[in-house]
């Protein structure tokens, strides 16, 4: 199994970025999706979560301002991320759990944003 995260950059205050992540090698169904970060000097914390019936979840500081979307068919899923900050900057990694219990992790992708 192999989740690849791509879509990261740098980009301004203000600015937009599309990340994706594509899962390989599942079979089982995905039954929760989601994006966290990671800043310098601090834990990994959950940004979007999306489940299989795509009832999602953000955390206070991105809502509004982000949003996750997922395609079943591709076993892929997305975070739509606008007005970014500085504050929004980390490594973005995405996970997921499947219908048997296991979850796997990309391998992070870097978002710089700069004021």
């Known amino acids: 199994v192999q989740l690849q995260a791509c879509g990261g950059g740098l980009v301004q205050s203000g600015g937009s970025l599309r990340l994706s992540c594509a899962a390989s090698?599942?079979?089982?169904?995905?039954?929760?999706m989601g994006w966290y970060r990671q800043a310098p000097g601090k834990q990994r914390e959950l940004v979007a979560g999306?489940?299989?019936?795509?009832?999602?979840n953000y955390a206070d500081s991105v809502k509004g301002r982000f949003t996750i979307s997922r395609d079943n068919a591709k076993n892929t899923v997305y975070l739509q991320m606008n007005s970014l900050k500085p504050e929004d900057a980390g490594v973005y990694y995405c996970?997921?759990?499947?219908?048997?219990?296991?979850?796997?992790w990309g391998q992070g992708t870097q978002v710089t944003v700069s004021s």
């Open positions: 996970n997921m759990f499947v219908r048997t219990g296991n979850e796997y």
């Open positions: 999306i489940n299989r019936g795509e009832i999602t």
């Open positions: 090698g599942i079979i089982f169904s995905i039954n929760f």
